[in-house]
């Protein structure tokens, strides 16, 4: 009987859905890393849906091997860039995505790394772990003022940059915007000033980017568009990785092109450059950005959801936009 492939263990009530959802759920059985190649080949193979993460590729050899009973491969993840869309679609293959659901969570996080970075947050905590004496000092770790007018820069305003830039207004920043919604009401009703990339680069004491990865947003910023920010900038990745030139980004860092970045994701993840583990003013995270506990539940449970009526023959909740 074909069943339902989930590569990796969702959190308990997405779990309970997916064990509810009728046809047998195999799940890989390693709930900390994501199936091998071999494994995932081996456990879509039959399969009428397939469960994936970001960490999954799902490509042409793949949609092959779960064979011509694939329904519907839903991702759990708004970004798809893992998926091969056009060759699930020529297969009669659903792609489906969690849009909607972890906007706040991953604004709340490109905002806190906005303000690690600004302020020099971690920096600063290292320092005091350090050991090291100290005592309040007029220029002891200066940082960027957030409030009351800096300038932030949200390159691709979607429904997560739309809720980065609901923040900012409330800490009174300047918002510059570049993407189809820059434009529209709601981004005006946060004061948002809709510009060209150049000019949100030159102009912006924070540039936060929210684009999805595409083959147009491939190293996006790189060593020119670095080199036109402001010496004094912060870069906030909280997208994809392969959006930046991580090389570019780390040259640029060591020789203070710009002042510091905030990375929730990297360019051949998870490994990094390894130049960035050594600069003071890069903060890393682990790509945790929209990892708040109702939000994983919320896209586990949409997930589930999507691949629960398209074997309905009902069309699916959030497909992704072609
Ligand atoms: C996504 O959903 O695309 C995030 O990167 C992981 O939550």
Redesign the pocket.
Known sequence: MSHVYLSRQLTPPAMVAARELGPPLVVHDDPDTPPSRDQLLRGAQGATALITL?TDRVDAELLDAAGPGLRIVAN?????DNIDVDAARTRGVVVT??PGV?DEA?ADCAFALLLATARRLVEADRFVRSGREWIWGPQSFVGLDVSGGATLGIVGLGRIGMAVARRAAAFGMRIRATGSRATGDEARGYGVEAVELPRLLAESDVVSLHCPLTPDTHHLIGGPELAAMKPTAILIN???GPVVDEAALVTALEAGVIAAAGLD?YEDEPRLHPGLRALDNAVLLP?I???GRATRDA?GLLAVDNVRVVLAGEPPRTPVPT
């Open positions: 970001l759990c993840a708004v970004g798809f995505n969690t972890l991953t909280t997208a994809r994701v790509h950005g929209s990892a896209m």
